[in-house]
């Protein structure tokens, strides 16, 4: 990975994007938005995650947040990522009316046997690109 894509400041604002392996368009259904805007809450009050923005595309994620309880954004945003892709799958598989379950669960075993350190369902691409927001004005540029 460039070190350019890399998490250098640890008390650093951070924009991030974040997506589904292949691009496949997941959050078309509200249950499974509804996964991630739940854990963003969690992570606000009780993981130290401080949120500037947020906004869930079709198939991918951007965040702006910075990390105030001393954890380092990277694992905060990997703990985030682990969680929400475990609850993301299991309510995939739970939910009756997925018409395409198959066929989403055939993609993410595919994108987790490339990977050594997934031991079934991959979820989330490995990359954020997380980029630094240095000013105000850069992060009013992003939310826009």
């Given amino acids: 990975m460039s070190r350019g894509w890399k998490f250098h400041n640890p008390a650093g604002v951070y924009f991030v994007s974040f997506a589904v392996v292949e691009w496949l368009d997941v959050f078309t259904r509200n249950e499974y938005k509804n996964i991630i805007i739940d854990s963003l809450q969690f992570c606000r009050k009780e993981k130290g995650m401080e949120i500037f923005a947020w906004c869930i595309m079709t198939n991918h994620v951007h ?3 910075r990390s105030v309880k001393g954890q380092k954004p990277d694992l905060l ?3 985030f ?5 475990k ?6 598989i739970g939910n009756p009316r997925e018409s395409r379950k198959e066929w989403l669960l055939e993609q993410f075993e595919k994108a987790g046997a490339k990977a050594s350190n997934v031991s079934k369902y991959q979820f989330w691409r490995h990359d954020n690109k997380p980029i630094e927001l240095w000013s105000n004005n850069v992060i009013d540029e992003k939310i826009n």
């Fill in 63 to 65: 965040l702006i947040f």
């Fill in 77 to 79: 945003l990997g703990d």
């Fill in 81 to 85: 990522k682990r969680f929400t892709s």
């Fill in 87 to 92: 609850e993301i799958v299991k309510a995939i």
